[in-house]
């Protein structure tokens, strides 16, 4: 299953030069050290109940690293058993010590599901989790494609699975509010910890995978006018740059 979906770690270079991990991904010796060449690893996110798995390697390494979480994460059972360190939990707002570039915005769910989403306002950019997951049907064994193309888990659709999106309609009222908001942002582009992200047109690219709980106005169907570049287009840029947030290469 790790083949079928494919995970990514989103860095940040904040405005004093140090980095934050959003969804940190498995822990090596040679991706710390390469991070490290473009800035010192000073945060650590957990943006949902899904993605906290690696921390602690994370923190071993990098011991002057803030650990942040989602609300409640640290109320799971699994999350207490494993005995990782979570600093603090993710208000409304961004920590001050995250600068003035980060927007934070949490969508709520059911059975105390949180995803926080990050917007970085110079490049207007939007890192979100699993609310968003667009899938390559060509990386997809054939056997899977039908039911994930049935689950609308492959690009152009883009949405998350079913169970997740159940989970969230349980604070459907809550939860549109959020992802409304993050429509508003009108970001250029998201990315997104599972499959292509939108390089390009992010916002109408979010509105069309968002359709199943912001359902576009007088189109219940989703908008026609996304383009598919958008749901395909390789990532120009490799690595952190200043001021902007991208995801890893690869």
């Known amino acids: 299953m790790g083949r079928v979906l494919p995970v990514r770690m989103t860095v940040i270079r904040l405005d004093n030069g140090d980095l934050l991990l959003h969804a940190p991904t498995r822990f090596s010796d040679r991706l710390r050290e390469r991070l490290e060449r473009l800035g010192r690893i000073r945060h650590l996110v957990a ?6 798995t690696f921390l602690r390697d ?17 109320d799971r059972a ?27 915005l949490t969508v709520p769910g059911g059975l105390g599901f949180h995803e926080v989403a990050l917007f970085h ?4 950019t939007l890192v979100l989790t699993d609310l968003v997951l667009s899938l390559e049907a060509a990386k997809l064994p054939a056997l899977l494609r ?12 883009a949405m998350p699975p079913p169970y997740l999106r159940a989970v969230v309609r ?22 997104f910890a599972h499959g292509h992200w939108f390089a390009q047109d992010g916002t109408a690219a979010l509105a069309h995978a968002l359709r199943w709980l912001v359902p576009p106005p007088g189109d219940q169907a ?15 840029r490799e690595g952190v740059l200043p001021g902007t947030a991208l995801p890893p290469s690869g």
């Open 222 to 236: 989703g908008p026609a006018r996304v383009s598919r570049d958008s749901l395909w287009q390789e990532p120009k």
């Open 78 to 104: 699994q999350v207490r058993r494993s005995g990782v360190r979570l600093d603090h939990d993710i208000g409304a707002t961004a920590p001050p010590a995250w600068g003035d570039t980060i927007e934070t």
């Open 146 to 157: 039908p039911l994930l193309r049935w689950a609308g888990m492959v690009a152009p659709d």
């Open 47 to 52: 943006p949902n109940s899904g993605h906290w």
């Open 170 to 191: 349980l604070r459907r009222r809550a939860a549109a509010k959020a992802a409304a908001r993050l429509l508003e942002l009108r970001p250029d582009r998201v990315i």
């Open 121 to 124: 306002r110079p490049s207007r």
């Open 58 to 74: 994370w923190q071993r390494a990098c011991p002057d690293a803030t650990t942040w979480a989602a609300p409640r994460l640290r």
